[in-house]
């Protein structure tokens, strides 16, 4: 399927900007877009090299196996093939807790650790039901302060920046229980299939 | 504000504080261990490389050629009869595909109708409650090499329609006064 779809947002783009007389835009954000990309990466490879340090380092103190210890009872539910001591669950439950408190530089190290532990348990190039679940909760993001947006408008001179936090905090929350349940949905779907 | 902008400030020291201190105290090579994960982290970026690099090439592509804004202009019709205001279309559209895109039209948004409009709440709203489906779905399958994707990207994609339209009823009944 990401065939098809990275093939066709290419497609649909060129031959728009053939019909739109957009070429040059295009032209343009091929070549840009390249040179940013290595340097959206490359900014993540420090972050991700210090962070899999600290980690690492987290993992052979016994802190990520207290952390899965302490937290997993709550959504061991959520991922019922991982076993209950298996690194996966740590690196899971430290990802959320990033995201929990607005570090998200932190969380996507520890995210994709967590989907390489996972990988290890499904030995497949196919995403496991785990790792549908875990990225669905990570798209729709639980945040308990929304940092940049308070920023945003602390900036442009709100008489209350932090007015929203409540409001996205309840539909960050929804957001979240519905992914969960489309996820559901699906996976049931899925087993009826095989 | 003050208390939040400090706890923000103090967290990630503190983490690293308190691993290095479990650890002096459990005698754990943290040195050593830090430079091992961190080798894995520099081949994961690399791994990775590739498959950012051609989805935020061809998501470009698409945003310049003006498709996006056309297709915004489709639902425009469709949108306004549900009660969706028409100029926060275009981010909930960009919201999931492009991180900084939306970023940025948030920005715009807050600065042309001011933070504490109707539209400046919305999208201060949608902005913080869902995270780039795309982005997520491409680094941490690239980063791993999962080849087949299942159901994420329509599960992911789904959850983000919720998550708009739980966004609009919400700021709609808190701030209706």
Known sequence: MVNIIWMIMIIIGIIFAMLNGKMGEVNEAILTSADEAISIVIGLTSILIFWLGMMKIAEGAGLLNKLSALLSPAVKKLFPEIPANHPAMGYILANFSANLFGLGNAATPLGIKAMKEMKKLSQSDKASNSMITFLVINTSSITLIPTTVIGIRLQYGSTNPTEIVGVTLIATVITTISALIVDWIFRQKRRRWE | ?177
Do not use: C
Request: aromatic letters at 8%; hydrophobic letters at 55%; proline letters at 5%.
């Open chain 2, 1 to 177: 504000m003050n208390l939040i902008s400090s706890i923000s400030l103090w967290i990630i020291p503190l983490i690293i504080l308190f691993i290095l201190v479990i650890a002096l105290i459990k005698k754990v090579p943290a040195y050593e261990l830090f430079v091992e994960g961190g080798k894995e982290g520099m081949q994961l970026a690399i791994s990775l490389l590739p498959f950012f690099l051609g989805m935020f090439v061809a998501i470009s592509i698409l945003q310049s050629s003006g498709a996006l804004k056309a297709a915004t202009s489709l639902l425009e019709p469709i949108l306004s009869f549900l009660h969706i205001p028409k100029e926060i279309i275009p981010l909930a559209l960009i919201r999931p595909i492009s991180g900084t895109a939306a970023l940025g039209m948030t920005s715009e948004i807050i600065q042309s109708y001011g933070p504490d409009s109707f539209l400046g709440r919305l999208a201060s709203t949608m902005q913080g409650s869902t995270d780039t489906t795309f982005y997520i779905l491409t680094v941490y399958f690239g980063a791993v090499g999962i080849k087949r994707m299942g159901d994420a990207l329509k599960v992911g994609l789904l959850a983000d329609i919720i998550g708009i339209i739980a966004s609009i009823i919400i700021v709609t009944i808190v701030f209706a006064n």
